[in-house]
């Protein structure tokens, strides 16, 4: 429970420490839970199928199991929560908001329960992390966002407590033929075909909101551009990635009967939002919302490959989310050090930066050649298998979801070129701050070790991946 602990007890405390030492304070904490989960990364034995169970209670009235624990996929998701939010947290140093009490203890809160949802065994506990996670994201947005903020996350809300009443629905369903909430006991349900497609469509309906999914996307433009900086990072980085792992873990191993009706529609829908997606960030002046956009294209991709639901492509996934956590944070980090010292994040308004500041030049340039998936970076191996997926299920679609690499390119590089190249329309740009330089250069390192080393994830997923499918070819019915 330590990893739980750990940013649960920062958020409390950061409550009552001296505002001048909480930006400390807090890089702190994140340091503190990412070493922890180095050291469980470290002990956890790569070869295994066995769940590394943390916590359990025993037997209850309501089938609550509280089991909590971790596998390959598992232990890869808590690492990549805390990668990513030490690298917020870094970033957002020199900011006003890093000393503010009440966005750190938010921050660690939502760090707590991602790294709840993660690590949950139980249904009905990872449907409490699921919700709670959506409360500091909320107060974030809310507090520190821009003025014309309340109408967007208004939406948001709505759009996610509409998906979260779907996903209760389909737990409650399929307890109701279960001795428990244990994932285990959900999984061995032997649903009919009609009842599976209740229990799967709820499930979807949530997860293809947060991710999201087109025509499902409608609330996260407006959001990510009203939300503050790190409010968007959290968002882009972290939160759609648990529809995407309950993709994984939950929705099609506790329905797999109804993954042949579902499989076609959610496989259209991704690469639609594929090209949708591209075309309308191609036309965006303003840089937040254009990455935006850019991020319903990528996750399209993902969710399409998910959906296959066969080794290659669920290890392919993962690795995208990764790349996407990454690069999604770095790009948005971007937006605001432009924003921050020219006061605009509009194209039409730039240009000419990067003669004035030659290392935010190459960072960003770095970053925009992985956001495009060029050799030898983590977007690469992703974006390739992912799309090599896509191909074998139907060629037509693998050729609509290829597009993704014009369309990524033309959006991204012209990003760059607008905002980057040219003439000076200013005569002052300061450089990178030693942390903004500090956290772009571990995002690029990681980028580029899992472009060179992408076995380290295989190996890392591979097993778990594996007892997933035998459990779902078990289960399901042929």
Not at 300 to 329: E, R, W
Not at 424 to 429: A, L, Q, V
Request: glycine residues 8%; charged residues 10%.
């Amino acid at each position: 429970m330590i990893l739980l602990l750990i940013p649960s007890l920062f958020a409390l405390l950061t409550l009552v420490v001296p505002r001048n030492v909480i930006r400390v304070f807090a890089l702190v904490g994140g340091l503190a839970s990412l070493i922890y989960s180095c050291t469980l990364l470290c002990g956890f034995n790569q070869d295994t199928t066995q769940v590394v169970t943390l916590f359990q209670l025993g037997q209850n009235s309501i089938g609550f199991s509280g089991k909590m624990g971790y596998d390959g996929i598992g232990i890869f998701m808590v690492m990549l929560t805390n990668v990513i939010t030490l690298i917020i947290l870094l970033s957002n140093y020199n900011r006003e908001v890093s000393q503010n009490k009440l966005f750190t203890s938010m921050l660690f809160l939502m760090q707590a329960a991602l790294l709840g949802v993660f690590i949950s065994m139980d249904g009905l506990l990872f449907y409490i992390f699921w919700e709670i996670s959506l409360i500091p994201i909320f107060i974030i947005a809310l507090s520190f966002g821009e003025s014309d903020r309340k109408a967007a996350l208004t939406k948001f809300f709505i759009y996610t407590f509409v998906g979260s009443l779907a996903m209760l629905a389909s737990l409650i369903a399929i307890k109701s033929y279960a001795n428990s909430f244990a994932i285990e006991d959900l999984m061995a349900v032997e649903l009919s075909a009609k009842t599976a497609f209740w229990v799967f469509g709820g499930f979807f309906l949530a997860f293809a909101i947060k991710i999201p999914l087109f025509p499902f996307h409608t609330w996260q433009p407006n959001t990510y551009s009203k939300a503050p900086m790190a409010g968007t990072m959290l968002l882009s980085a972290l939160m759609l990635k648990m529809a995407l792992y309950g993709m994984i873990r939950w929705m099609v191993p506790l329905a797999p009967e109804a993954l042949n009706e579902f499989q076609f529609p959610i496989i259209v829908l991704g690469i639609f939002g594929v090209v949708y997606a591209g075309i309308i960030a191609i036309k965006q002046a303003d840089m937040k919302r254009l990455f935006a956009f850019a991020s319903i294209s990528h996750v399209g991709l993902i969710a399409a490959g998910i959906i296959l639901f066969d080794k290659d492509n669920i290890t392919a996934a993962l690795i995208q989310m990764f790349n996407h956590s990454l690069v999604a944070v770095g790009l948005f980090l971007a937006v605001d050090v432009i924003e921050r010292r020219m006061g605009t994040r509009t194209l039409g308004e730039l240009g000419g930066i990067a003669k004035l500041a030659p290392k935010f030049a190459f960072m960003f340039a770095a970053l925009s050649l992985a956001s495009v998936s060029v050799p030898f970076s983590s977007g690469f191996i992703g974006e390739f298998l992912l799309i090599k997926g896509l191909y074998s299920y139907s060629w037509v679609i693998g050729l609509i979801a290829g597009t993704t690499l014009v369309f990524g390119a033309v959006y991204t590089l012209r990003a760059y070129q607008l905002s980057m190249n040219g003439a000076p329309k200013i005569t002052s740009f300061e450089d990178l701050s030693w942390n903004e330089w500090i956290a772009f250069f571990i995002i690029m390192a990681i980028i580029v070790v899992i472009g060179v080393c992408p076995q380290m994830i295989i190996d890392l997923v591979g097993p778990s991946i594996d007892q997933l499918l035998e459990t779902y070819k078990t289960n399901s019915i042929i």
